[in-house]
């Protein structure tokens, strides 16, 4: 078989998944799977609805944060759905981009101050530098305000200083932010 017949046979497969898959894409709001009984799970609740860490077809795992001035950059471990991995590999990153960033919540609405810049992303994991997340109170003492997230995070680790951190489990709102030092 020649190659041009090879790739023509290629060609036809994935248009044809692609239209087998456009009702997919062609709803532009995100899919959360949360059951109707536990809405929000917050903070360091030991409930965990099985599928509630899902945005669409991305299931997350957990996220590092690590916090350096008023910057924090940010290591997402998440799951592509198997027949999704292929369309992003064909069709590019982009869509997995913006559903990283719903994940992660930032930038946060009305804070322009906040820049999002990707280091890496692919199929298993992305890290995003974002400026501007914490609180600066001049004297070494910073704030993290509250924030929700796009899914509830199964493991969520901040990482203040290289001997401190903070863990929360199954957390999606942290309605409040909490205080430290660098």
């Not at 997350?60 to 998440?78: F, P, R």
């Not at 069709?91 to 994940?103: E, P, S």
């Not at 995003?128 to 070494?140: E, L, S």
């Amino acid at each position: 078989m020649n190659f041009t017949r090879l790739l023509s046979l290629f060609m036809i497969t994935a248009f044809l998944l692609l239209i087998g898959t456009g009702p997919v894409f062609a709803a532009q709001t995100p899919i959360i799977t949360i059951s109707e009984d536990n809405q929000t799970v917050n903070d360091n609740t030991s409930v965990f609805v099985d599928g509630s860490n899902r945005y669409g077809y991305l299931t997350v795992n957990s996220i590092d944060i690590v916090l350096s001035g008023t910057d924090a950059e940010i290591t997402v471990q998440y799951e592509v759905t198997p027949w999704i991995a292929f369309l992003v590999f064909l069709f590019g990153k982009q869509d997995l981009k913006n559903r990283v960033l719903a994940v992660v919540g930032y930038p946060e609405a009305g804070k322009d101050s906040q820049v999002v810049t990707y280091s890496y992303v692919d199929n298993d994991r992305a890290v995003i530098t974002v400026k501007n997340v914490v609180v600066d109170y001049g004297d070494g003492s910073y704030w993290y305000p509250a924030h929700t997230f796009g899914t509830v995070i199964p493991k969520l680790t901040f990482v203040l200083t290289p001997t401190d951190s903070k863990i929360f489990n199954n957390t999606k709102i942290m309605s409040k932010g909490f205080g430290y030092f660098q």
